[in-house]
């Protein structure tokens, strides 16, 4: 996995991973240096708070131990990366049934970052872990939304509960969904959702809703927030508003393989307080990794 993960994230043409690498094979790290390596930090969308905090520490740590060769400093950058993603956060995902219930899973986000997508891969990851799953297409305002998440449903062998009328209510789909699951004794519910930001309070009923009529079958356990790497520091602000409606347990980043700022998972973490899970790297349904912390810093280091 960290050989795919490093030749998808050097395809992307690695920000933080080049510029980095220029920097410290230089003969010695002067002020100089280290102004271009802060730099390249927030090139690498790693954001203000984050980069203050590791340039503190990364000099501190430089002027205690004396040593300025390029090699150690990139060692304890690789650390102090480390400590920034966070590897001791819990990045398991609730696909147990509990009290006799399903899991439910609800995946929230804009449109277009991934989530239907996301769904078919994780659906596939639990087929193969022998898991019953079930999808509930609750995204009823795309039009063809529903049949993208019944396509992948029919790829990996899992039933998707929808409706056949475009906007229905999302909410009652979401029951039927969660409802089916109950019924069929199924392990994992997977509820697809439409992430219109146009409208704040739309969204925050319509979210609020799904919840509440999910909520009489079953508690939902997860609400994956998916967010799109390549929208850098506007994701963050999708994120905030997403937060601010539903209980955030983990997020998705998707289409890391096409981005150069892969700096943007610490951003995120730090901006809501719950881990990255998973991590897309491209559109196939094989295509889905469990985020690991050290596997990434070694990938954006290399
Ligand atoms: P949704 O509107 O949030 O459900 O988004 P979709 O699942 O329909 O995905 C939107 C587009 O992004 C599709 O063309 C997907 O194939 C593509 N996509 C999703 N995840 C990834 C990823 O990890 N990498 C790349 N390169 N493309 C992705």
């Known amino acids: 996995r960290l050989a795919r993960l490093r030749a998808r994230l050097s395809k992307s043409n690695n920000v933080l991973g080049k510029g980095l690498l220029a920097l410290l094979s230089r003969e010695r790290i002067d002020e100089d240096v280290w102004d271009e390596i802060e730099e390249t930090l927030l090139t690498a ?34 650390e ?18 509990e009290d006799g219930k399903p899991s ?5 986000g804009v ?25 509930g297409a609750a995204d009823t305002f795309r039009a063809a939304a529903a049949e993208q998440l019944a396509t992948w449903g029919s790829r990996v ?27 069929q004794e199924v392990d994992v519910v997977l509820v697809d959702t439409a992430g219109r930001l146009q409208n ?31 929208t850098g520091q506007n994701g963050l602000s999708q994120a905030k508003v997403f937060s601010e409606v539903v209980n955030i347990t983990g997020i998705v980043l998707t289409k890391l393989d096409g ?27 094989d295509d889905l990794a469990p985020f690991d912390p050290q596997a990434f810093v070694d990938a954006l280091l290399d």
């Open 45 to 78: 969308d790693l954001g203000t708070d984050a980069t203050d905090d590791l340039m503190l520490q990364l000099r501190a740590r430089v002027k205690v131990e004396g040593s300025r060769t390029p090699e150690r400093v990139r060692e304890i950058l690789g």
């Open 80 to 97: 102090e990366l480390l400590a920034l993603v966070g590897p001791d956060m819990d990045r398991s995902l609730a696909t147990d049934r």
């Open 104 to 108: 439910v899973i609800l995946v929230v």
């Open 111 to 135: 449109n277009g970052v991934g989530k239907t997508t996301t769904i078919g891969k994780v659906a596939r990851v639990l087929v193969a872990e022998d898991k019953d799953v079930l999808l």
């Open 157 to 183: 062998g899992v039933p998707t509960v929808k409706s056949d009328q475009d906007g229905a209510d999302p909410a009652s789909v979401a029951f039927d969904a969660v409802k089916a699951g109950v019924d």
């Open 200 to 230: 704040k309070t739309n969204l925050m009923d319509e979210l609020g809703k799904i919840k509440r009529v999910i909520e009489k079958q079953a508690p939902v356990r997860e609400a994956l927030l998916v967010l799109d790497a390549t």
């Open 259 to 285: 981005t150069a700022k892969g700096g943007i998972v610490v951003a995120m973490q730090r901006q809501l307080g719950v881990p990255v899970k998973l991590i897309g790297l491209g559109e196939g349904p």
